[in-house]
Structure formats: C-alpha cells, structure tokens
C-alpha cells in the first residue's frame, strides 16, 4: 500500500528518519523517497496510543488515583450524550457530552468543558473522583456549610437591618459634617 507523494514528502521536508516512532526504517528508503507502509506496522502504531488525549503521565496519575479509591472501570457506567453551548456545530452535532456514573456509590457527572470527546471523558473520571474522596474523607459537611454560608451572604436583608444599616450611615455622615472646617464670610 502506497501513500500519496504529498504525504510522505512531509517526513523528507522535516527531515525525519522514522516515519513513526518505534518503527524501523527500511533499508532502501531515504528521507522524501515514497514510503510503504504495511498494516502492521501501523497496527503497532496504534497499540501504542493511549485511551485519552493526554500524556501517559497524566494517565497513569489518573489510574494510581483509581485504584487508591477502590474505583475499578468496571463500576463506571459511561454514557454520550450532545453538549451545548460553546464549541460550534463539533458541540451541537457530536456527542461530546460525557456522562459517568459510579454503579457502588450511585454518584453521577456529567462533563462537556471541552469540544472533544475523549478529553472530556479524562476530565469526567477526574470529575468523578473528587466527589468519591470528598464523600469517602469527609469533606461534605465542610463544603455544605460553606455554600450555606454564601447563601446567606446573599439572601435579601430584612427590613430592620436594612433600618438599622441605614440609621448607622447617617449617624456617621453626621459625624463626618461636623468635622468639616467652617468657611466664614
């Protein structure tokens, strides 16, 4: 199987030596020459990709983190389903939304902050972990107070701390206006 001369004149103009990684060269071929390429080798090629869009240390940080938690991919229930918003007709018309679902713990996510689909499935297992460890530490309880917290920071006052409030800031503009110099005539 031959490759289109445009294509394999890429690998002569950057000047690379192997045209995928890992791969050995043949022996006749030059840089920019048209190069064959068999199904195996490019069946090794993709042996050698990852599941997800992101380095292999990121993945295998994501995979110590799982086992850590007692999270096996078995237990994830992985659904697709079409984002909005930002992105486009990739959003709009590719299921890019990702949506995970812990069977033991019955915790839910759902992940559509990029315009591709297996990022978003990294960044929905990263997702997913955090509220395990949230639930399994603790740290429920101390995340509930404070959106209660905030909550109250922004519900409405009442009408007598807003009287209150008000009576306070004229009595110290009161203060102020008798601080004021007087200019006489």
């Given at each position: 199987?031959?490759?289109?001369?445009?294509?394999?004149?890429?690998?002569?103009?950057?000047?690379?030596?192997?045209?995928?990684?890992?791969?050995?060269?043949?022996?006749?071929?030059?840089?920019?020459?048209?190069?064959?390429?068999?199904?195996?080798?490019?069946?090794?090629?993709?042996?050698?990709?990852?599941?997800?869009?992101?380095?292999?240390?990121?993945?295998?940080?994501?995979?110590?983190?799982?086992?850590?938690?007692?999270?096996?991919?078995?237990?994830?229930?992985?659904?697709?389903?079409?984002?909005?918003?930002?992105?486009?007709?990739?959003?709009?018309?590719?299921?890019?939304?990702?949506?995970?679902?812990?069977?033991?713990?019955?915790?839910?996510?759902?992940?559509?902050?990029?315009?591709q689909q297996g990022l978003n499935r990294f960044l929905a297992r990263r997702l997913l972990l955090d509220k395990i460890e949230e639930r399994q530490k603790g740290y429920v309880a101390t995340e509930r107070a404070a959106m209660e917290k905030i909550r109250r920071q922004k519900r409405r006052?009442?009408?007598?701390?807003?009287?209150?409030?008000?009576?306070?800031?004229?009595?110290?503009?009161?203060?102020?206006?008798?601080?004021?110099?007087?200019?006489?005539?």
């Open positions: 199987m031959f490759y289109s001369p445009c294509v394999v004149s890429l690998i002569g103009l950057v000047g690379l030596r192997q045209p995928f990684p890992g791969v050995p060269l043949a022996q006749s071929q030059t840089p920019g020459s048209i190069v064959s390429i068999a199904r195996p080798r490019l069946v090794l090629y993709a042996q050698a990709m990852n599941a997800f869009p992101v380095s292999p240390d990121k993945e295998s940080q994501l995979a110590q983190r799982m086992t850590a938690l007692g999270v096996s991919e078995a237990d994830i229930e992985e659904t697709f389903v079409r984002s909005g918003g930002h992105g486009g007709q990739n959003v709009n018309k590719t299921s890019t939304c990702v949506m995970l679902l812990h069977r033991p713990s019955g915790l839910q996510v759902k992940c559509q902050a990029t315009r006052r009442s009408r007598r701390a807003k009287q209150r409030m008000l009576a306070d800031k004229a009595h110290h503009a009161s203060k102020k206006e008798a601080r004021r110099p007087i200019f006489g005539d």
